[in-house]
DNA sequence: TTATGTGAACTAATTCACAGCG
DNA sequence: CGCTGTGAATTAGTTCACATAA
């Protein structure tokens, strides 16, 4: 099999989203076409992404909506919620914890873990905070492998560290740090800066539109 | 000039935040190889991408620091500060209005608006929150011409429209709604879905290490 | 005709290779 | 040497072109 460019992974939730649109509004099958036209992208585009997945489509008519959002779904991996738990619950943290779009995702967000005394105990859009102490024997529990890690730059390796041990096998890193874990763990940055850059210089005029 | 990759423009954040840390520290002069080490990307890569900024380095030394932050701020345009708006302070908007690190990226949230009567009026993380009915005046009085949009999908291209009547030139698109604007109206969508999705693909071992 | 599916052509981005300088 | 600067080679991703099917 073919691998799969990482350009089209990033593509697929956006698919996902717009069948689940379209389901909603009754729609059995669904084209290229119609996708391409929701998210502005070219047909072209979306029919060979479409076509990493193997599903089988019918000319003329399309793709059986169902069928697709299940293929594109468990490609992902989002066929099953995934558990995960978030360390570091400041303004951005909180807000993460309560963002319901998770769900579609396949992610479950169980609880937040912090040091402040002030929130431990507490529950925050309905998850319990708990201090990072007891990170360890809760992942274990709960058998999470998933980290969002939301501390600030400064903590954010220290809280690696433990998050690895505890047994967390993927990180979603929202801090700036560079991280340093295992070959083993998987981290993914999320670099909110890199679209405001893209963002700041299109607006200046230095660039054409597209992207 | 040659045109730059968008993945440079990307990169250059964080290379502003490798810069930052290391002018903390005292250090005046600065390698790719340095930043290349502090990302975890090539030196070849960091080489090439410092090279689109025109700068001249010296063989065996690097790049004077203060020069290098210099041009790749003002590459950015964050040289001097943009003022922003921010439309729909939910549990994602709250967090932006209070999210020191923009300060770093040249971008001031001035307010935050909202139709909740319960909110409009208050300051949250010190930034009053205003009615949406106030949008146009208050963009024409304060010549913002940012906004971020952190509505829910639903009222995303609404919102949107009466963004670009008030004037609003850029866009940082934070909902899953594929907006429609004008052609002279930028649009830089967020996607935390997308690194989510490489983050769980790449952890169903589907995929080797890498990006 | 309208769609899929796919090899081929093209474009973008990364990486290599090496000249030149301190 | 260690580092910059850059054209060339390579790899990755997108788009084209067209065969095929309902």
Redesign the pocket.
Known sequence: MK??????IQ?FPLYLEVIKQLQIAGIKT??????AQNLG???????????YT??????????NIKELEKVITSFLGWQNTNDAILIGVGALGSALLGYKGFEDYGLNIISGFDVNKKIVGKKIHGKTIMHIDDLKSQVKRLKVSIGILTVNQSSAQQVTDLMVKAGIRGIWNFSSENLKVPNDIVVQRENLSASLALLSVKLSHKFKT??
């Open positions: 691998p799969v460019p990482y350009p089209t593509r669904i084209s290229a076409t119609d996708i992208f070219t047909n072209i585009q979306v029919r060979k992404d479409i076509g193997g599903i089988i489509g019918k000319p003329k008519i399309g793709y597209k992207q």
